[in-house]
């Protein structure tokens, strides 16, 4: 299997931006990414440059003290997958601190064109709500045979 070298190249500045993720990171996405470049999370599902930049940045405000960390790389010949690390502390819910995934799809010179990302946000957002954790607790209590805590 041979990987194009654009295609290290691009994945090597996707990871870097997402490392070091500020509002002024934002101004990179025309060289990181293609015009119609998707991404997908729990929360999102947006197509475009802007839109992913309206997404980048609502995160950017909602979150303190963010950081993603990206501890794995696997890449083939038609996608890459980053298993990560994302902590941070959101109004409500306090501190993150938690695993994903993300499958990144390029085109031929490198630039991402899909980021669709897989993590558990009924762990890690949704069963820390107040009002809506204690019924989801509930829930998973009565369907799982060894529940988590």
Excluded: K
Excluded at 35 to 62: I, K, Q, S, W, Y
Excluded at 68 to 93: K, Q, S, Y
């Amino acid at each position: 299997m041979t990987i194009d070298e654009n295609r290290v190249q691009g994945l090597d500045g996707w990871v870097r931006f997402f490392e070091t993720l500020d509002h002024a990171a934002l101004d990179r996405l025309p060289e990181l990414t293609t015009a119609e470049v998707r991404f997908r999370d729990p929360f999102n599902d947006c197509r475009g440059r802007d839109e992913l930049r309206a997404v980048l940045a609502h995160t950017l405000e909602g979150c303190r003290d963010l950081r993603f960390t990206v501890t794995h790389r696997l890449l083939a010949e038609d996608l890459a997958i980053l298993r990560w690390r994302f902590a941070a502390t959101l109004p409500v819910v306090g501190r993150v601190d938690t695993i994903g995934t993300s499958e990144v799809r390029q085109a031929a010179d490198g630039r991402v064109s899909e980021h669709v990302d897989h993590w558990d946000a009924g762990e890690q957002i949704y069963l820390r709500l107040p009002l809506l954790g204690a019924p989801l607790r509930a829930i998973r209590r009565r369907l799982g045979r060894f529940p988590p805590g």
